[in-house]
């Protein structure tokens, strides 16, 4: 059979202890865990992108744990029980991410959050501004803290929002820069020992002789353990998994000399969100204009959801600033019916850890440690 590849690639390259395939936040966090634990450990990470191809790289750098609508409507489906699990799990997870990399490597900076609600919005608005007593009480031994969320209506002339009624405050809300963020994870990982390899697509998992074998479009990887932490992607492999893909689209303004807007910012149950990045305004969301066309793992926009962004942008954001749109991107994260990620054994020396629900900076660190404990006691 012939090869390209060496004798030296094929010994020193292409067998492992663990191998992880996918580089974004979980698969990074995984492979820093189990190295930190397990020195001697061989680990390699292999990723289909140039980049991590997930929403890694592609999200909006929200360091949050939920807006008051969006605990509301999580509370009502999974019980307040879980969703307090829930909440000290992303607020852990965020200490867990600052530890890890420094509040400089993150660009870490705690501006505040605020979920905004029109005027025509006032039956949600009754019912989110009822709840704030109720969602203080419930995080404040999480949190350390007591009245996290209030209202702030004094400041939406501050940020010159246009057609807004009411402001939430989430004191606690913070933003990163994520690119920053995920740079410092590779460097942290390779750092530790960690072999990450780009571009390479795992097309087939399978088992011979109590390995794994990865086939590859760079050739077949073997693993005594192998982690799937492709999150919306992991279908391909792991076709029963309850994960659906979201897309959300993101657009970017051109720089807007006195920029009002400071803090990170959710509407309309959080579908919304929007934020300040270097004197420019980064707006994403509207996938719930159309749930099952954005149930994609194709990268891209649509007329539909462009235009709703820039109408946002124009009527309520920057209703008496001009501006351009400079960029617009798309990442692809992973729902499920059960908000809590997926953490667990699919069969022997095959793990899986995804589906953040649209948390990932909240969720990854820990996700990513909970997945490398599975595995260590094999190692």
Avoid at 18 to 41: C, E, H, Q, R, Y
Avoid at 115 to 141: P, R, W
Wanted: a positive charge; hydrophobic letters at 40%; charged letters at 20%.
């Amino acid at each position: 059979m012939k090869t390209s590849i060496s004798y030296w690639e094929k010994q020193h390259f292409f067998t492992y202890d663990v191998i992880i395939i996918g580089s974004g936040i979980v698969g990074l966090n995984a492979a820093v865990t189990i190295k930190s634990k397990n020195p001697k450990a061989s680990v390699a990470i292999l990723e289909r992108g140039f980049l991590p191809s997930g929403a890694s790289t592609k999200n909006a750098g929200f360091a949050c744990f939920g807006s008051i609508s969006e605990l509301i409507e999580q509370e009502k489906n999974s019980g307040t029980a879980l969703l307090y699990e829930l909440i000290e799990r992303r607020w852990k997870g965020l200490l867990k991410l600052r530890k890890l990399l420094g509040d400089d490597s993150l660009s870490y900076h705690n501006y505040g959050g605020y979920e905004l609600f029109k005027k025509t919005d006032q039956q949600l608005t009754e019912l989110c501004v009822s709840k704030i007593s109720h969602f203080n009480e419930l995080i404040k031994d999480i949190v350390g803290q007591e009245n996290t969320f209030r209202t702030a209506n004094s400041k939406i002339s501050s940020f010159g929002l246009a057609d807004t009624e009411v402001l939430i405050e989430n004191q606690l809300e913070a933003q990163i820069n994520t690119g920053k963020m995920m740079k410092a994870l590779i460097q942290k990982a390779a750092g530790s020992g960690v072999m990450v390899y780009n571009n390479c697509e795992v097309n087939d998992l399978r088992e011979e002789e109590n390995n794994q074998v990865l086939v590859s479009n760079h050739g077949n990887f073997k693993a005594k353990h192998v982690l799937l932490s492709t999150n919306a992607f992991v279908k391909h492999l792991i076709p029963d998994l309850d994960v659906v893909p979201g897309r959300g689209q993101v657009i970017l303004t051109n720089t807007i000399p006195n920029l009002k807007i400071k803090g990170t910012f959710h509407y309309d149950k959080g579908y919304y969100y929007f934020r300040n990045i270097d004197n420019r305004i980064l707006l994403g969301g509207g996938r719930n204009l159309n749930f099952k066309g954005e149930e994609t793992t194709l990268f891209g926009s649509t007329t539909l959801i462009q235009d709703a962004l820039k109408t946002l942008l124009k009527e309520v954001i920057l209703p008496h600033t001009p501006f351009k749109i400079e960029q617009s991107w798309s990442g692809i994260m992973a729902f499920g019916h059960d908000i809590y990620p997926i953490v667990k054994a699919i069969r022997p020396g095959v793990f899986c850890a995804v589906r953040c629900n649209g948390m990932g900076i909240a969720m990854g660190s820990q996700t990513g440690e909970d997945a490398a404990n599975l595995i260590l006691p094999f190692l």
